[in-house]
């Protein structure tokens, strides 16, 4: 499975992006998709999940702001933000899972930025 995220970018507090994730090879066999994100000195942490059965889970922090979505044929993956914080600011991910590999898949990561 190959993932490209795009749509990161520089945004002021209180704004919105949307993130986007494009998935090619394998997808058919893609468990879960989710969203990562590492900031400087910190340690990559979930940030929203989508399951095959469009389950979805949040971080805590993000929860009420941003929505995880994707497509049925799972080759697109989104993240819209919504009201974005300074504490928001970081490298985003997308990852894909294929249970039956026990294998996960990261994409090159797209940098969002949210000034105070």
């Known amino acids: 499975v190959q993932l490209q995220a795009s749509g990161g970018g520089l945004v002021q507090a209180g704004g919105s992006l949307r993130l986007s994730c494009a998935a090619s090879?394998?997808?058919?066999?893609?468990?879960?998709m989710a969203w990562y994100r590492q900031a400087p000195g910190k340690l990559r942490e979930l940030v929203a999940a989508i399951t095959g059965g469009d389950n979805t889970n949040y971080a805590d922090s993000v929860k009420g702001r941003f929505t995880i979505s994707r497509d049925n044929a799972k080759t697109t993956l989104w993240l819209q933000m919504n009201n974005l914080k300074p504490e928001d600011t970081a490298v985003y991910y997308c990852n894909a899972y294929i249970h039956d590999f026990l294998q996960h898949y990261w994409g090159q990561g797209t940098q969002v930025t949210v000034s105070s």
């Open positions: 090879g394998t997808v058919r066999s893609i468990t879960t």
